[in-house]
């Protein structure tokens, strides 16, 4: 089993920047590629960004490119998210991921075995 621990999260002003991290409990998680997905109120949960188990290859969604970057730390089983320009329709909780099936920044939930208990991100206007 893989636990992963979400921090980070809080309210921002429109315009401002987080870093979310992750860390996972386990070093297998460093052959895994990792994942940020979010769920905003009365919306269902969206992929956000993914990045690859040697941390070369990231994804991104349309809605966050050029805002987001996504990376992983040294250690490799940390992952972490730079959110710049943040909008109000970023507002969600956001959930970190780890697929121990694939290798590559995929962007599918159900590609994804183990997930944290999410933080919340409040961007006001």
């Known amino acids: 089993q893989v636990q992963l621990v979400e921090s980070g999260g809080g309210l921002v002003q429109a315009g401002g920047s987080l870093r979310l991290s992750c860390a996972a409990s386990?070093?297998?998680?460093?052959?895994?590629?990792m994942g940020w997905f979010r769920q905003a109120p009365g919306k269902e949960r969206e992929f956000v960004a993914a990045?690859?188990?040697?941390?070369?290859?990231?994804h991104y969604a349309d809605s966050v490119k050029g805002r987001f970057t996504i990376s992983r730390g040294n250690a490799k089983n940390t992952v972490y998210l730079q959110m710049n320009s943040l909008q109000p329709e970023d507002t969600a909780v956001y959930y970190c991921?780890?697929?121990?099936?694939?290798?590559?920044?995929?962007?599918?939930?159900?590609?994804?075995?183990?997930w944290g208990q999410g933080t919340q991100v409040t961007v006001s206007s």
């Open positions: 386990t070093r297998t998680s460093s052959n895994y590629a």
């Open positions: 990045v690859s188990w040697s941390g070369g290859s990231t």
């Open positions: 991921a780890a697929a121990g099936t694939y290798g590559g920044p995929v962007p599918r939930q159900d590609d994804y075995d183990y």
